[in-house]
């Protein structure tokens, strides 16, 4: 089992930047795929980035392409999203999880995923 703790969320007004973190627990991390995800109020849990164990292969949501960067620190067991020229509708509980198979590849499917952090709230002002 692993612990995700998410931080990094904030207040910023459009244009601007913010980097998320995810730690996590146990000493295991390097065989999690891992992803970060979003909820904005009366919307579905949605795929913003993910990304391998090894962090060879990543994905990302078109609507966040070329603004979004996923990336992982195996050693500081921390994944990362980078997050600039950031919009509005970027406005959302950001959560980070894990996908314990242990698959090569970024997973892309919320389901796919087993453990869960408690979300940070990302506000973007206009």
């Known amino acids: 089992q692993v612990q995700l703790v998410e931080s990094g969320g904030g207040l910023v007004q459009a244009g601007g930047s913010l980097r998320l973190s995810c730690a996590a627990s146990g000493r295991t991390f390097s065989g999690y795929a891992m992803g970060w995800f979003r909820q904005a109020p009366g919307k579905a849990r949605e795929t913003v980035a993910a990304?391998?164990?090894?962090?060879?292969?990543?994905y990302y949501a078109d609507s966040v392409k070329g603004r979004f960067t996923v990336s992982r620190d195996n050693a500081k067991n921390t994944v990362y999203l980078q997050m600039n020229s950031l919009k509005p509708e970027d406005t959302a509980v950001y959560y980070c999880?894990?996908?314990?198979?242990?698959?090569?590849?970024?997973?892309?499917?919320?389901?796919?995923?087993?453990?869960w952090g408690q979300g940070t709230q990302v506000t973007v002002s206009s």
């Open positions: 999880a894990a996908d314990r198979r242990g698959r090569g590849s970024a997973v892309t499917m919320v389901g796919e995923y087993d453990y």
């Open positions: 990304i391998s164990r090894t962090g060879g292969n990543t």
